[in-house]
T-cell receptor, first 112, second 112 residues
Framework: DSGVTQTPKHLITATGQRVTLRCSPRSGDLSVYWYQQSLDQGLQFLIQYYNGEERAKGNILERFSAQQFPDLHSELNLSSLELGDSALYFC???????????FGPGTRLTVL | GQQVMQIPQYQHVQEGEDFTTYCNSSTTLSNIQWYKQRPGGHPVFLIQLVKSGEVKKQKRLTFQFGEAKKNSSLHITATQTTDVGTYFCAGPRLMYTGKLIFGQGTTLQVKP
């Protein structure tokens, strides 16, 4: 158990819908990262927050957005969902930038 | 853009045989991290290498960071069925963020 929690574990939804994925980092970790893992794309970095502020952005689509709240939990919002958005979404946290990242169990999103 | 390449993509070995995966970056890295993901699981941090030419060992696992800090390798001696999984290397995209660029991973299968 990494100490990072993610909800929900599984999510099945239809194209065009909007979903919110939630992540609680390890106690004391200020950085939260979101990754997308699909079979043909590997682990793709989406976005990083540090103590409530956006720190780095990856290949995150405009349909996706995220935020980190004052209690340090983070949410990833995915809207206008397409079939290709089906993937595992991982959240990770670290004490600070550049240090080892602890991954949550992931949310498996299936878009039908 | 910066790329991190890993070879091979897949490796099947007989239990007891050795295994090596190689990681190459298109740019010099300030450090490199290695993660292991078991089937159905999430990535778990194994180690971080920082210094040029650094070699670190964890039991049967040996990690090396190249002199030019552009390549790295993970060698497993006498594989066991518990070594099954996908091994990822990851390097920071920017030194002052935690944004990691992951290699595509090497999936190891071990036949008992």
């Amino acid at each position: 158990d990494s100490g990072v929690t993610q909800t929900p574990k599984h999510l099945i939804t239809a194209t065009g819908q909007r979903v919110t994925l939630r992540c609680s980092p390890r106690s004391g970790d200020l950085s939260v990262y979101w990754y997308q893992q699909s079979l043909d794309q590997g682990l793709q970095f989406l976005i990083q927050y540090y103590n409530g502020e956006e720190r780095a952005k990856g290949n995150i689509l405009e349909r996706f957005s995220a935020q980190q709240f004052p209690d340090l939990h983070s949410e990833l919002n995915l809207s206008s969902l397409e079939l290709g958005d089906s993937a595992l979404y991982f959240c990770a946290s670290s004490v600070d930038k550049g240090l080892e990242q602890f991954f949550g169990p992931g949310t498996r999103l299936t878009v039908l | 853009g910066q790329q991190v390449m890993q070879i091979p993509q897949y490796q099947h070995v007989q239990e007891g045989e050795d295994f090596t995966t190689y990681c190459n970056s298109s740019t010099t890295l300030s450090n490199i991290q290695w993660y292991k993901q078991r089937p159905g699981g999430h990535p778990v941090f194994l180690i971080q290498l920082v210094k040029s030419g650094e070699v670190k060992k964890q039991k049967r696992l040996t990690f090396q960071f190249g002199e030019a800090k552009k390549n790295s390798s993970l060698h497993i001696t006498a594989t066991q069925t518990t070594d099954v999984g996908t091994y990822f290397c990851a390097g920071p995209r920017l030194m002052y963020t935690g944004k990691l660029i992951f290699g595509q991973g090497t999936t190891l299968q071990v036949k008992p």
